[in-house]
Structure formats: structure tokens, C-alpha cells
């Protein structure tokens, strides 16, 4: 099942959420008007209201249930709309900051980093459990703009650099396969289910006090609204289970195909089972809520009721000579000496070799559209490898500068300012106009004393490492900062595509996380809903990339031909070049997950037609995807 595919699931699950929630709801309604009756019923009809006094009472009672499920439901999903970092924080995480310097966090960041650039998307915010001795860890969020990777103190502590890296890439699978989505909405519907249960709760701890008729049907009312939440309770972890089992089983193969190891992501697993604290966290009330998006069970459930397939098959799958003997000699020998995941890496030698160098920044690679397509969002070994050389290749100075918030701006301005001086003078104007002299100097300094000679390749992952702590401004600072780079990318009139695709990746990962909750659902469009739109895509890409208007003809008819081939839609590049895109990106972000595969392959199809594609194309290619919520991990070179 490759990222379209599982997109289409994705869908078909929140579908299936719906019924199964409408099914919980209907249980629900049932079980308190059957309490209702037995104890309403009979007063009713004995005072005079007959069939019609009764039928009255029910109708009262089921709109009075189904409101409480709605608002409950709706209340909880509004205390959601930040994404992740509410997710984070209501779970007692800290966030690690960027500039950390202990040894096992800035290990952590170190990992999230170079998964996220590998696998193109941006690189969410981290946060750690400090107070759980357990191993797990979740990721939470509406889109990838707005993720949030958590993990426990346990995880820091116990597991090596290996076995961390298979844990965070077994999360962003659920990044990237759009399983967080669907777990926030999850949260928010079976919290609604539960609402009648939470009543019943307080009513009986706080109104043991009544006395008389009036307090016993007090009593008996809360009893009644607790049975039915233990319908709504058997029901939402029915669904939970029925929604996240499968998609374990996914995201620990997803994190094996990136990786390309199995051992680490197995000795995760074997530390959760040989140690006592395995992967429980404390907080049982919290768990209960967020169980489903766990990477191991966070408490204890019947196997009607897990969210996760049983340990011990998740070890086996990966490592099929392992038996419960083996975990039960683990158990014991940890039991006298508990793994230290540090020291376990000083004992490999892991600390730094000598990364392999960049290819030449003229190079060119090559690729074919099915190739693409299939990278989208399934990371391999060879993606987290070019990653680490993006990481460890970035210069120093470079990466301590994207992480501090007073640098972070000049940096990325750096980046668009031209190398004429003409040019250069008007975009130093810009930014002086907007956001100060002072910024406007040392976006020159940075551009002499760092950025000139900057290999192509490394600009927009370090870009993508600084736009963390971007989105930590207030909105007006954002959007004059947003505002600037606009400028400066028009001071001379042309837009380069570098200038375009950096101004564009701003526009959708920083603001985006602005506003997690307005994000889009899966799109349901065909690609005859949006020829002209495609066609424009297509001519801008393949005018980007070619030399001679007959290339570029020639290379738009065969992404043509991928998506619309008995489409008659004549060669036009617009007059705007690049900036004509910016009216494609909605209509087309609202195609159907396999629209969206089959667009792909046609835009690779038209940049690659000559059979080598620049760094520059490769840059345009990537922002295409990220734009359209396609995430393309980094290529360095042909496969």
C-alpha cells in the first residue's frame, strides 16, 4: 500500500468512524430510554398522558441524550482546533527546545530532524513526557504543518540512537499516512460518547447528600446515565481498536522500509517487554483517551479491546527467531541491570564519522514518474541516509543560527537576496521598509558570510529546519515577515524558482500551523473537475525545464498524456511564468488521493522528459508535492 493508497483508507476510516460512532449513539439512546421508561413510564401513563405522554417522555429523552453526545463531542473537538501541541501539553509534555544542549534531547531533536527532511515533510514540534518511566511515544496533529512528536523520559533514557530512530519513524508514519487526522477527530467524537458517563460520575460523588424521593431519582438517574456511558465506553474502545490495530501493524512496517533495519525498531519493542515499567504511562484517565495513537499500549486492555496487536507478534514479525523465552531472559537480566540507551551508543562508536560529500551543485539527476510517485511519503533507508548528509553536511554556524529566534529571520532572508547588486540594493530596501535596517544588514551579512557559498541542495532543508521556530511568532510579526520575503522575491521583477518555492513552502508549512484546525479534508475531485488548472501546472514545469519552446511542448503533452489523454489542451505557458501557480494550488489540492498519484507522475513526467532534472527542478518538484500535501523525501542523486 503505497501514501495514496493509504490516503484513500484513511478516508474510508473516517467513514467508517461515522457509522461506527452513529451505531455507539444509537446504543446509547436506547439504553436511557429503556431506563426512562422503567422509571418514568409508569407515572407518566398513570397521570393521564397514555401512548402520547410516553412517546413524549422517549422523544425528550433521546433529544436530551443526543444533545449532551453533540455538544460534549463538539466541545471537545473545539479545546483541539491548536493540533498537536494541545494534544502535547494536555498530556504533561515539555517542549524541547531548538538550541538544547543535554545530550539524550538534543540526540532526540537530531533524529525528528533528519526524518523529517528525509521524508519532506516539515519537521514537527517535539515535546518529552519527563514524569513517564515507560517507553512510548505518539505523534499528534491535523496535518504535518502542525505535528507534534512526543515521547517519554523511558524512551530518552532506555533505547539507543537506532532504536529511537525506528520509534520516530514508526510515528511519522502516522504523519505522513494521514492517520493523525483521523485520531484527533477520534478524541473528539468518543469523548462526546462518554459525556453521559462523566455526568453520571459527578452526580453520584456530589449529590450523595439528597434525602427523600427527589434524591433517590437523583441517584437512580445517574446510575442510569453511567450505564449508559459504559455502553458508550464498550463502544468507544470497540472502535478505537477497530480503527488503530491495522495501522500499527502499517506504520512498524513503514518504519522498517525507511530505515531499513529491523533491529531497532524490535529492540524498542523488547525493551517495552523485558522492563517492568514496559510502555504504561501513569495518568490512566488520559490514557483511555489517546490509547489509539500510541506507539505502545499506554495500560492494560482485554485483547477485544487493545488498540495494538500483542507485543510479542510485533517483535515476531520483525525478528521471527524471537520467542517469549528470549523476552522472558531479557526481562530478567534488565531487571538487575536496566539498559542506558547513551551509553549503548558510546559503545558502538557512534560518534560522528565523516559524512559523504554533496554531488556537485550542476549535477543532474534521473528519475522516472512511477519512481516519484512511489517515493511520496515512503521514506527508505537510502532517503534517511541522504538526510543524514543534509544534516551533518549543513555547516555549524548555519544550523545554530536557524535555531536562534533573533537570527532565524535575517537567515531565511539571506537566502532570496540576489547575487547582483542593483538587485540586492532594492530587496535591502524592502526589508529595511518593513522590518528594520538592522534586519536588512545582517540578512547581508549572513548572505557574505554563509549563504553565497551555500550548496544549492542544502537551502531548503535549512529552510525547513528553521521554520520550527518561525511559527513560534505572533501572527502580525509572521505575516509582515511573509509580507517581506514577498517583497524582496519581486524586487527585480522575475521570480527565480528557488525564490518561488521558498516563498511558496512558507505560505503552507508555517501558516498553516497557524490555523490547524481550518485544515482541509481529503479531497474528492476528479481530474476532469480541474483540466485547466493541471494544464497550467503542467506548462509552467515543463517551461521551467526545458531550453527551447518545442522541449517544453513536447514534455507538457507527456504529463499530459498521464492524467488527460483524450483531452485536447493546447500548449500555453502563461505570460506570469512561475506565479501563475498560485491559482492551481486549491482546486488542486482538492483532487482524490489517487487523482493526486496519478498528477504526480504526470509533473515528473514533464520535468524529467529530458531525461536529467536540476537541482532547481528537483527544488520545484518537491515544493509541488508539499503544496499538495504529498510529501516527496529528499533525492540526491538518480536510483
Not at 6 to 23: D, E, K, T
Not at 197 to 206: A, D, M, N
Request: glycine letters at 10%; hydrophobic letters at 50%.
Amino acid at each position: 500500500m503505497n501514501f495514496f493508497e493509504h490516503q484513500a483508507a484513511a478516508r474510508r476510516g473516517s467513514l467508517r468512524m461515522v457509522v461506527l460512532f452513529a451505531l455507539a449513539v444509537a446504543g446509547i439512546v436506547a439504553v436511557v430510554d429503556l431506563v426512562v421508561l422503567v422509571l418514568f413510564g409508569s407515572q407518566v401513563w398513570a397521570s393521564g398522558g397514555g401512548n402520547g405522554g410516553v412517546i413524549a417522555l422517549l422523544a425528550m429523552a433521546t433529544l436530551g441524550t443526543l444533545a449532551v453526545i453533540g455538544l460534549g463531542s463538539l466541545y471537545r473537538l473545539a479545546s483541539l482546533r491548536a493540533g498537536g501541541e494541545t494534544v502535547a501539553l494536555q498530556m504533561g509534555g515539555s517542549e524541547v527546545p531548538q538550541d538544547v544542549t543535554d545530550l539524550s534531547l538534543r540526540r532526540l531533536r537530531n533524529v525528528v530532524e533528519e526524518i523529517a527532511i528525509a521524508s519532506g515533510v516539515p519537521v514537527p514540534r517535539v515535546y518529552v513526557l519527563e514524569n513517564e518511566a515507560g517507553i512510548n511515544a505518539f505523534a499528534a496533529g491535523y496535518s504535518p504543518a502542525d505535528a507534534a512528536v512526543a515521547v517519554t523520559r523511558g524512551a530518552l533514557d532506555r533505547l539507543n540512537r537506532d532504536e529511537l530512530q525506528g520509534v520516530i519513524a514508526h510515528e511519522f508514519s502516522h504523519i505522513l499516512n494521514g492517520d493523525m487526522r483521523l485520531n484527533l477527530r477520534l478524541m473528539g467524537v468518543l469523548f462526546g460518547i462518554m459525556m453521559l458517563s462523566i455526568i453520571g460520575q459527578r452526580v453520584l460523588l456530589y449529590g450523595r447528600g439528597g434525602r427523600g424521593k427527589d434524591g433517590a431519582a437523583v441517584l437512580m438517574i445517574a446510575l442510569a446515565a453511567m450505564v449508559a456511558g459504559g455502553v458508550g465506553l464498550f463502544f468507544g474502545r470497540m472502535i478505537k481498536a477497530g480503527v488503530s490495530r491495522q495501522r500499527e501493524l502499517l506504520a512498524d512496517a513503514s518504519a522498517v522500509q525507511f530505515t531499513r533495519q529491523t533491529a531497532g525498531l524490535a529492540g524498542a519493542l523488547k525493551k517495552i517487554g523485558g522492563l517492568d515499567a514496559g510502555s504504561t504511562l501513569e495518568d490512566k484517565g488520559k490514557v483511555e483517551e489517546v490509547s489509539h495513537m500510541l506507539f505502545g499500549e499506554g495500560r492494560a486492555y482485554s485483547r477485544l479491546f487493545a488498540t495494538h496487536p500483542p507485543l510479542l507478534q510485533r517483535i515476531c514479525t520483525l525478528d521471527p527467531l524471537f520467542g517469549k523465552q528470549q523476552l522472558d531472559d531479557l526481562a530478567r537480566r534488565w531487571a538487575v541491570s536496566p539498559p542506558d540507551g547513551l551509553q549503548e551508543d558510546v559503545a558502538k562508536g557512534l560518534a560522528g564519522s565523516e559524512p559523504p560529500p554533496l554531488p556537485l551543485a550542476s549535477a543532474s539527476i534521473s528519475l522516472t514518474p512511477a519512481m516519484v510517485a512511489a517515493q511520496v511519503a515512503t521514506p527508505a533507508d537510502d532517503d534517511y541516509g541522504r538526510a543524514h548528509v543534509i544534516a551533518t553536511t549543513l555547516p555549524d554556524a548555519l544550523r545554530v543560527l536557524a535555531r536562534q529566534r533573533d537570527q532565524v529571520m535575517p537567515l531565511l532572508l539571506g537566502l532570496v537576496l540576489d547575487a547582483t547588486e542593483t538587485v540586492a540594493a532594492r530587496q535591502r530596501f524592502e526589508i529595511a521598509a518593513r522590518l528594520g535596517a538592522a534586519t536588512a544588514e545582517r540578512a547581508v551579512e549572513l548572505r557574505e558570510q554563509h549563504l553565497r557559498t551555500l550548496h544549492p541542495m542544502l537551502r531548503l532543508p535549512l529552510a525547513a529546519l528553521a521554520f520550527p521556530l518561525l511559527r513560534r511568532f505572533p501572527r502580525p510579526e509572521l505575516d509582515a515577515f511573509i509580507d517581506t520575503v514577498d517583497a524582496a522575491v519581486h524586487a527585480d521583477g522575475q521570480v527565480s524558482l528557488f525564490e518561488y518555492c521558498l516563498a511558496r513552502l512558507l505560505q503552507v508549512q508555517v501558516r498553516e500551523a497557524l490555523s490547524p484546525g481550518r485544515g482541509k479534508p481529503f479531497g474528492r475531485r476528479k481530474p476532469h473537475d480541474v483540466r485547466q488548472p493541471f494544464a497550467t501546472l503542467l506548462a509552467v514545469v515543463a517551461q521551467a525545464g526545458h531550453d527551447t519552446p518545442v522541449k517544453a511542448q513536447h514534455a507538457y503533452l507527456a504529463g499530459l498524456q498521464r492524467v488527460l489523454p483524450r483531452d485536447h489542451l493546447p500548449y500555453a505557458p502563461p505570460a506570469r511564468g512561475v506565479l501563475a501557480l498560485d491559482e492551481v494550488w486549491e482546486p488542486l489540492d482538492a483532487l482524490d488521493p489517487l487523482a493526486k498519484e496519478l498528477m504526480v507522475e504526470a509533473v515528473a513526467a514533464a520535468v524529467s522528459h529530458d531525461g536529467q532534472v536540476s537541482v532547481e527542478e528537483a527544488e520545484l518538484l518537491r515544493t509541488v508535492c508539499a503544496v499538495l500535501h504529498c510529501p516527496l523525501p529528499a533525492m540526491l542523486e538518480g536510483k
